[in-house]
């Protein structure tokens, strides 16, 4: 479980930018991606004091080689996050339909007490992020076929070789430029990880902007002929922000 926890930790718009002589010009794709990093809240800026809770509602899927479920294992977890120190408190937990509430509660106050208990979220930062915009390279790819108010923002490494770098496709909505969707596949896997899909879907939060809402992740590795398949997902909620914490919906345009 503590091996996937880290996998865990391991996820053209219409609105003008005004030119100087008074005209308006489109949002080139890196003027979008930029914008997307200031209004976006993803999980590193969730668990980074931006907000002092968070409940998180796991449920890790482990298949065999054929797909089927051999494991289930789901817990509700709540951080708290007070002067730069993160605090996690299992606070319900099952595995494959028995209550495992109290063990799970013992193993992390051990890892704590060890300084093993923060959360390591570095594989499913956001490509927006101030420290990988620059990494990345983005372009547009016109309106999302299924639902034409959707723009489609893509992007890949620069380097494929860097860390926690990612390639993949962001959907934003026209109307308002906010985040919707993000779906991608890290260019550096976890160890023995041969395939790793994340999709990251955002909704809006009242006085805080656009925030992670649920994260997803499908992967498959294994060694020689053992072959394994994890089904990873992830609810936010609960959010309350720190009063320090600035609202991401105060930098978008027009809002007073």
């Known amino acids: 479980m ?16 005004r030119a100087q002589d008074g005209a308006t010009a489109p949002l080139t794709a890196e003027d ?47 951080f708290r996050l007070k002067d730069g120190q993160q605090r996690r408190e299992v606070l319900q937990a099952t595995k494959d339909g028995e209550d495992a509430t109290d063990a799970l509660r013992k193993d992390l106050e051990e890892r704590q007490r060890r300084g093993e208990g923060r959360a390591e979220f570095n594989s499913v930062n956001l490509p927006f992020a101030v420290a990988s915009l620059s990494q990345h390279r983005f372009w547009l790819a016109g ?12 992007f890949e490494p620069r380097d494929t070789k860097a860390p926690s770098i990612h390639k993949g496709e962001a959907l934003v909505d026209a109307s308002t430029g906010q ?18 899909d994340v999709r990251m879907d955002f909704r809006a939060q ?19 002929f053992y072959k394994k398949r994890m089904r990873i997902t992830a609810r936010y909620s609960h959010l309350v922000p720190a009063s320090s914490a600035p609202s991401a919906s105060a930098m978008l345009p027009g809002t007073p």
């Open 206 to 224: 009242p006085g805080m902007g656009q925030v992670l809402d649920t994260l997803r992740v499908d992967a498959e590795g294994g060694f020689l």
């Open 32 to 78: 979008m991606a930029r914008r997307l990093g200031e209004t976006t809240w993803g999980m590193e800026e969730l668990l980074a004091g931006k907000v002092e809770e968070v409940t998180v509602t796991l449920r890790v899927e482990e298949l065999d080689g054929d797909g089927h479920v051999k494991h289930i294992q789901e817990r509700v977890d709540r």
């Open 179 to 196: 985040l919707v969707r993000l779906t991608y596949s890290p260019s550096v896997l976890p160890d023995r990880a041969y395939r790793v």
């Open 143 to 154: 309106p999302d076929s299924k639902d034409p108010q959707r723009l489609r923002l893509r």
């Open 2 to 17: 503590i091996r996937t926890l880290t996998l865990v930790s391991l996820l053209l718009t219409s609105l003008p930018l």
